[in-house]
């Protein structure tokens, strides 16, 4: 008997010591990354009552949110203060940041092995039900591809750089490699638990190859010679659309201002009309400070707002009408920063009115500081 239970007492110390070496101290390093076991374990923590969500209004007016905001009571609470009294009506808040850090807890067993997890926003569900109950639609944006902590804790999948370790823009954050499978169905992943927790739309943000850094020393693990960036990005919108297609929420995709005036991907594997069938909704980030000193013939683009926008929707409305899709869903990104001009009230106003002009009426303002220029934005009705 004693025998026995000594038996039993060995196998429990193995299988505790097995437990706590690949899964608590650290992430599983081999994928294999998630057995099935896993997904099993994930889909049981994740059956929780249906959300309820905001139906998209017509226009959507958003402002951006950090999630480091959306964690500070006083903060947020002004902000949506500040969208109840005016023609606002949508807020973005961050749910997957720069840093790869998620802002909730989202009870996936996976995502939680990962680390990614910060807590920045403790009552997730509370604060979406609360817009909610003010008609204000909540948009989960989602970073992709730029992810400092996942590259760091699978530099395997991470870009890198031929000098040595990984790859750094020019901010110093890393990248997974885009075509890095697994890291599609840890977005995936994110993605269900924003939804799940009440999010109406997910937003899907740096869906793309790097640009700004020393991009001659970036070594891709998985992009090797020959495959087209292009390529691989449609394959990713593909495989998103796929993979949320039971989610009833809408998707939209970030990208490059550029994309609706340049045919080619820019290098970064983006093309508006490759992007369009996979997304309900397009958002170019059209913001005029980022268009190059003599873009067409401005010496300060920056300073231009009204023209600069205007010709970028007019350019991608005509690219969608070409490719027998529906111009409406184009949802730009305008600036309310200061970088290359300083975007006072008028200046905010005249991105509007170019957004207007081209028979457009939805915009999303981002202000990375998250202050806004009050003025700049009518009152509600």
Same mark, same amino acid.
């Given at each position: ?133 003010? +008609?204000?639609?909540? *948009?989960?944006? =989602?970073?992709?591809?730029? !992810? $400092?902590?996942?590259?760091? %804790?699978? @530099? ?107 045919? +080619?991907?820019?290098? *970064?594997?983006? =093309?508006?009309?490759?992007? !369009? $069938?996979?997304?309900?909704? %397009?958002? @170019? ?97």
């Amino acid at each position: 008997m004693m025998h026995y239970l000594f038996s039993i007492l060995v196998v429990l110390f193995i299988g505790g010591l097995f437990y706590y070496v690949f899964f608590l101290d650290g992430v599983v390093i081999s994928y294999d990354r998630y057995d099935q076991a896993d997904t099993e374990a994930a889909a049981e923590t994740n059956e929780v009552a249906l959300p309820k969500h905001v139906v998209p209004p017509t226009p959507v007016r958003a402002i951006y949110m950090t999630s480091w905001v959306g964690g500070t009571k006083d903060w947020r609470a002004e902000l949506v203060q500040f969208v109840e009294r005016t023609e606002l009506n949508a807020i973005v808040i961050d749910i997957k940041d720069y840093s790869g850090m998620v802002s909730f807890i989202t009870g996936d067993e996976v995502i939680k092995r990962i680390g990614s997890e910060e807590e920045r926003i403790s009552d997730m569900q509370a604060f979406i039900h609360e817009l909610h109950s003010k +008609n204000i639609y909540v *948009i989960a944006r =989602i970073t992709a591809f730029q !992810d $400092p902590h996942y590259s760091k %804790l699978f @530099p395997d999948d991470a870009i890198k750089d031929s000098r040595g370790g990984l790859w750094k823009d020019k901010n110093g954050l890393t990248y997974v490699d885009p075509l890095a499978r697994d890291f599609w169905d840890y977005l995936v992943r994110v993605a269900r638990a924003a939804e799940a927790v009440g999010f109406d739309e997910l937003n899907f943000d740096y869906i793309r190859y790097p640009s700004d850094g020393p991009i001659q020393y970036a070594v891709y693990p998985y992009t090797k010679n020959g495959i087209a960036k292009a390529d691989v990005i449609e394959e990713f919108f593909q495989y998103i659309n796929h993979e949320l297609d039971s989610v009833p929420v809408p998707l939209s995709a970030d990208l490059f201002g550029f994309t609706t005036y340049y045919e +080619n991907d820019l290098n *970064i594997g983006q =093309i508006l009309e490759r992007a !369009d $069938p996979y997304f309900d909704y %397009l958002s @170019p980030m059209v913001y005029p400070s980022h268009y190059p000193d003599g873009f067409n013939g401005y010496a300060n683009p920056a300073k231009h707002p009204y023209d600069i926008i205007r010709l970028s929707m007019t350019r991608g409305m005509e690219r969608l009408m070409n490719a027998s899709s529906t111009p409406e869903k184009l949802r730009p990104w305008i600036q309310d920063f200061d970088l290359g001009a300083t975007y006072d009230e008028y200046m905010v106003r005249e991105e509007k009115r170019a957004v207007y002009d081209v028979g457009l009426d939805s915009w999303m303002a981002w202000d990375p500081a998250n202050r806004y220029t009050r003025s700049a934005y009518d009152p509600a009705n």
